[in-house]
T-cell receptor, first 114, second 110 residues
Framework: NAGVMQNPRHLVRRRGQEARLRCSPMKGHSHVYWYRQLPEEGLKFMVYLQKENIIDESGMPKERFSAEFPKEGPSILRIQQVVRGDSAAYFC????????????FGNGTRLTVT | GESVGLHLPTLSVQEGDNSIINCAYSNSASDYFIWYKQESGKGPQFIIDIRSNMDKRQGQRVTVLLNKTVKHLSLQIAATQPGDSAVYFCAERRDDKIIFGKGTRLHILP
């Protein structure tokens, strides 16, 4: 999974601050997915994006969370006014978009809200 | 809610023995299934996948079995090694999303 690059690896924010998580997909991949993982739990789907389009955001909280995947540059997951409950590992995955293609994951960003 | 992941939270296996990790899914319309391995501090790593028109697929030391009748998926790891220690997730494709179960921790006994 070294091909999907996420940064930062660790992010500490105080309550009320903004968190920006970045994801560069594997070369040639135009589909990006964001997942959230709490300790000892599975990955929860948040959002699925293609270049400049949000395809499915059914897993995104209605407030404070947004995601984008611009024509140029990485995908960004933005969390405004963070609260302690936002502390988690956030994983990005990419795929070429073909049916039956597995997702390839980055090593995540671990967000800690103090 | 999530429908994938009837599982044992922890599976302990003697080194050298075969491991079998099970998973159930509830959506009969799911057409693609994947097994991932996640080591501590890392992202999930693709192991093997299977389409719903197949019932078995083999990789290097791993085999995935799909039983659509009872909506059951299993991962078999042959000759389990210390490096196989990890959490294993089954996942299914549903509406263009990959949905994960809660996972099974595989613990290797010396």
């Amino acid at each position: 999974n070294a091909g999907v690059m996420q940064n930062p690896r660790h992010l500490v924010r105080r309550r009320g601050q903004e968190a920006r998580l970045r994801c560069s997909p594997m070369k040639g991949h135009s589909h990006v997915y964001w997942y959230r993982q709490l300790p000892e739990e599975g990955l929860k789907f948040m959002v699925y994006l293609q270049k400049e389009n949000i395809i499915d955001e059914s897993g995104m909280p209605k407030e404070r969370f947004s995601a984008e995947f611009p024509k140029e540059g990485p995908s960004i997951l933005r969390i405004q006014q963070v609260v302690r409950g936002d502390s988690a590992a956030y994983f990005c995955a990419s795929s070429p978009g073909q049916a039956g293609s597995p997702l390839h994951f980055g090593n995540g960003t671990r967000l800690t809200v103090t | 809610g999530e429908s994938v992941g009837l599982h044992l939270p922890t599976l302990s296996v003697q080194e050298g023995d075969n491991s079998i990790i099970n998973c159930a899914y509830s959506n009969s319309a799911s057409d693609y299934f994947i097994w991932y391995k996640q080591e501590s501090g890392k992202g999930p790593q693709f192991i093997i996948d299977i389409r719903s028109n197949m019932d078995k697929r083999q990789g290097q030391r791993v085999t995935v079995l799909l039983n659509k009748t009872v909506k059951h998926l299993s991962l078999q790891i042959a000759a389990t090694q210390p490096g196989d220690s990890a959490v294993y997730f089954c996942a299914e494709r549903r509406d263009d999303k990959i949905i994960f179960g809660k996972g099974t921790r595989l613990h290797i006994l010396p």
